[in-house]
């Protein structure tokens, strides 16, 4: 019977996101769930990868390079992830996530983590 209450709470973590609209919109696909913990990833890591690199992180069989990049759009449209141009080659884009999208992020990752 525990068992079941451990993989029922896992499965509604993973597919309702505890009731947070932002995080069940990040699980609501593995492309969409690599993609934001890959932006979150770099503000921790300190290393910002280009909008190449993004698409490239994320393996094929998840999603296709247009799906990926319809994905940053929407993100870009909700406000979740903000475009930068370096200012070394203006040409050259990279993306962030919000302040706010990383603390909610923050706290989801630290309470699975602690489950």
Do not use: C, M
């Not at 947070?20 to 593995?30: G, H, Q, R």
């Not at 190449?52 to 990926?68: A, C, D, F, Q």
């Not at 909700?78 to 996530?97: M, P």
Request: net charge positive.
């Amino acid at each position: 019977k525990n068992i079941i209450n451990i993989v029922n709470s896992s499965l509604n973590d993973l597919y309702l996101g505890n009731n947070n609209k932002f995080i069940s919109y990040v699980t609501k696909a593995p492309v969409s769930y690599i993609l934001y913990l890959t932006l979150y990833k770099q503000y921790y890591s300190e290393i910002w990868h280009s909008q190449e690199e993004i698409i490239n992180l994320v393996p094929r069989k998840y999603g296709s390079r247009s799906t990926i990049i319809n994905l940053i759009n929407e993100g870009i449209e909700a406000q979740y992830i903000f475009k930068k141009i370096t200012s070394s080659d203006r040409r050259s884009v990279y993306y962030e996530l919000d302040l706010n999208v990383y603390k909610t992020l923050d706290e989801w990752v630290i309470g699975r983590n602690t489950q």
